[in-house]
């Protein structure tokens, strides 16, 4: 079974504060994909990452995945209440015609003023 | 982005019963869909994988007889939850592959199925 551990588990910080979040596991993606879920609604995908090393930025978001495909990081600069949500990094094995998605344990963000 | 639907947003039902929840892909051919599970405050943990045509592909300690899933059709996957109990309560979220755009995944808004 592939794990992926997401820490911390819970970040509670104050607008304009910059954090990093981790996404770490023993096994090697094909790709890993970081998502945003809001309270009653399904995830949102935020980037996708495919190659070893690769960093990408999203306005104020920079994601970056492991040389080993192993690991990847989410950095969010001078965070904004809009931030806040719980922020899923997800695992792509490619298995025959489907990739299948296993999802790390979640980060809970909150953003006060 | 592909846009995908899933109905109802939230049920309540009787236990004993059975409750079916749609997912669509509204602007997309979707040969496979991914069925989810999520606890209050806890990741999405897969529950199968339904492709088009075929059997649906469960994971280790899913019942296939209590989770029903049909994907009869491109664009339309089924979850029935048979004979529901308290415990099934959660929060059911479905996603699909656009191949044409790689290994991307988009979600569903999700299902809160309430058995009392």
């Known amino acids: 079974t592939q794990l992926l551990e997401q820490s911390p588990q819970f970040l509670s910080i104050q607008e304009g504060e910059n954090l990093t979040v981790y996404c770490n596991s023993s096994s090697v993606f094909s790709s890993l994909q970081w998502y945003r879920q809001e309270p009653g609604e399904g995830p949102v995908l935020l980037v996708t990452?495919?190659?070893?090393?690769e960093v990408k930025k999203l306005k104020r978001l920079t994601f970056q995945f492991g040389d080993a495909r192993k690991d990847s990081s989410l950095h969010i600069t001078a965070a904004q209440t809009g931030d806040t949500g719980l922020y899923l990094c997800a695992g792509g094995v490619n298995t025959g015609t489907a990739s299948k998605l296993t999802f790390g344990t979640g980060t809970r963000l909150q953003v006060t003023l | 982005g592909a846009v995908v639907s899933q109905h109802p947003s939230w049920v309540i039902c009787k236990s004993g019963t059975s409750v079916k929840i749609e997912c669509r892909s509204l602007d997309f051919q979707a040969t496979t869909m991914f069925w989810y599970r999520q606890f209050p405050k806890q990741s999405l943990m897969l529950m199968a994988t339904s492709n088009e045509g075929s059997k649906a592909t469960y994971e280790q300690g899913v019942e296939k007889d209590k989770f029903l899933i049909n994907h009869a059709s491109l664009t339309l996957s089924t979850l029935t939850v048979t004979s529901a109990h308290p415990e099934d309560s959660s929060f059911y979220i479905c996603?699909?592959?656009?191949?044409?755009?790689?290994?991307?995944?988009?979600f569903g808004q999700g299902t809160r199925l309430t058995v009392v």
């Open positions: 996603s699909a592959r656009d191949r044409r755009v790689g290994t991307e995944a988009f």
């Open positions: 990452v495919v190659t070893g090393g």
